[in-house]
Nanobody
Framework: QVHLTESGGGSVQAGGSLRLSCGVS????????MAWFRQAPGKEREWVTT????????SYADSVRGRFNFSQDNANNMVILQMDSLKPEDAAMYYC????????????????WGQGTRVTVSS
């Protein structure tokens, strides 16, 4: 059974940084595609970043490119989202997603999700 567990959310001021982690059990990172999505109150779930293991490439939404960095910790089977230069519009619930068959930016096609971790950014 697959479990994804996020941690690291919190409150920061604009310009600050946060580091989100997602621990994975049930499959190894090398065999899966991982992604982060976020959802602000009253808004639809938004894609943030996806890691494409087959081609060793990571893709980012325009809104976070250059500020966020998505990495893997294969030794601990976890993924990390380093978020720098945070803006008030980055405030949301952040979700880790993973799938062994799908790799892209469509939330509806990822089969495994964490419970989410909240990020608050004050101006």
């Amino acid at each position: 059974q697959v479990h994804l567990t996020e941690s690291g959310g919190g409150s920061v001021q604009a310009g600050g940084s946060l580091r989100l982690s997602c621990g994975v059990s049930g499959f190894t990172l090398r065999s899966a595609c991982m992604a982060w999505f976020r959802q602000a109150p009253g808004k639809e779930r938004e894609w943030v970043t996806t890691m494409f293991p087959a081609i060793d490439m990571t893709s980012y939404a325009d809104s976070v490119r250059g500020r966020f960095n998505f990495s893997q910790d294969n030794a601990n089977n976890m993924v990390i989202l380093q978020m720098d230069s945070l803006k008030p519009e980055d405030a949301a619930m952040y979700y880790c997603a993973g799938d062994k068959s799908y790799c892209g930016n469509d939330a509806g096609k990822f089969r495994n999700w964490g419970q989410g971790t909240r990020v608050t950014v004050s101006s």
